[in-house]
Nanobody, 111 residues
Framework: QVQPVESGGGLVQPGGSLRLSCVIDSGTFRFNYMGWHRQAPGKQRELIGTISEDGRPNYSDSMRGRFTISRDNAKNMAYLQMNNLKPEDTAVYYC?????WGQGTEVTVSS
């Protein structure tokens, strides 16, 4: 199984935006959905949302509004656009494909 590779994390001020990327180097990427998750310090990993093979996103209720998931099948890439970030969005963000987790990318929201 191919392991996803996330990137794009870092330090951002409250109210800022960040776009995370996930590359999934698999010929089956375009035929399957993938998901974005996050794990805040001291908390369980939670689902942000998923996106179908044809680009239809589905978000967890608590994540709806400030997060946008998209994908580019030609590039084997998935993206997570995050807007109006808050300190409570501080977490390690993961993508998951075919039951395999990436190693995550860390996002810190702080002034």
């Amino acid at each position: 199984q191919v392991q996803p590779v996330e990137s794009g994390g870092g330090l951002v001020q409250p109210g800022g935006s960040l776009r995370l990327s996930c590359v999934i180097d698999s010929g089956t990427f375009r035929f399957n959905y993938m998901g974005w998750h996050r794990q805040a310090p001291g908390k369980q990993r939670e689902l942000i949302g998923t996106i179908s093979e044809d680009g239809r996103p589905n978000y967890s209720d608590s994540m709806r509004g400030r997060f946008t998931i998209s994908r580019d099948n030609a590039k084997n890439m998935a993206y997570l656009q995050m807007n109006n970030l808050k300190p409570e969005d501080t977490a390690v963000y993961y993508c998951r494909f075919g039951g395999v987790w990436g190693q995550g990318t860390e996002v810190t929201v702080s002034s």
